[in-house]
């Protein structure tokens, strides 16, 4: 089925240990963010990619980095993960035009 | 980032209609969406409207828009159990290159 793939579903992370977070989309879509949620805050914006070889900072990036390896993928990495980045991540992709994000199922990360 | 505010909770009763609010600040949006998340699941896009409209329906959903007041409201018609989950609102800026969320309201329906 056509839509956004992220790995892993889950993953237990100590203090200091680093990992990157995968993202696939097959909907040839040119936009993919990285949002993460916390309880009674929303989703914010840690990184988006407009087009493939482009990426830019959203509204929390500190302490993430991400790759837009080709127009399908886009990763999101730890390099030193901390207990505030314990959080439930979302990959999610678009198109220009207003319709709207399809979003992954999430990866739920607990850095202990 | 932009503002987009939502009350946190709903509560009602299964066939009656529920109305979930949603203000926002930024009055160069294009679109407003409102994006549903059942527990463990990423959000679906429920319907989503142009700014330059005032009412959108689709089958037990309405969204009204109220550009001058920057409120946007979802109201879901004989609402059922399975309606039970967060909404979210959210707005388009930028050319579509962000999207600001509200923290999101839940909506418990009784049986």
């Known amino acids: 089925n056509a839509g956004v793939t992220q790995t892993p579903k889950f993953q237990v992370l100590k203090t200091g240990q680093s990992m990157t977070l995968q993202c696939a989309q097959d909907?040839?879509?040119?936009?993919m963010y990285w949002y993460r949620q916390d309880p009674g805050m929303g989703l914010r914006l840690i990184y988006y990619s407009a087009s493939e070889g482009t990426t830019d900072k959203g509204e929390v990036p500190n302490g993430y980095n991400v790759s837009r390896l080709n127009k399908r993928e886009f990763s999101l990495r730890l390099e030193s993960a901390a207990p505030s980045q314990t959080s439930v991540y979302f990959c999610?992709?678009?198109?220009?035009?207003?319709?709207?994000?399809?979003f992954g199922s999430g990866t739920r990360l607990t850095v202990v | 980032g932009e503002d987009v505010e939502q009350s946190l909770f709903l509560s009602v009763r299964e066939g009656d209609s529920s109305v979930i609010n949603c203000t926002y600040t930024d009055s160069s949006s294009t679109y407003l969406y409102w994006y549903k998340q059942e527990p463990g699941a990423g959000l679906q896009l429920l319907t989503y409207?142009?700014?330059?409209?005032d009412m959108k329906q689709d089958q037990r959903l309405t969204v009204l828009l109220n550009k001058k007041d920057k409120h946007l409201s979802l109201r879901i018609a004989d609402t059922q159990t399975g309606d039970s989950a967060i909404y979210f609102c959210?707005?388009?800026?930028?050319?579509?290159?962000?999207?600001?969320f509200g923290s999101g309201t839940k909506l418990n329906v009784k049986p």
């Open positions: 959210a707005e388009s800026v930028d050319n579509f290159n962000k999207f600001y």
């Open positions: 999610a992709s678009s198109e220009v035009g207003g319709s709207g994000y399809t």
């Open positions: 409207i142009f700014s330059n409209m």
């Open positions: 909907m040839n879509h040119n936009s």
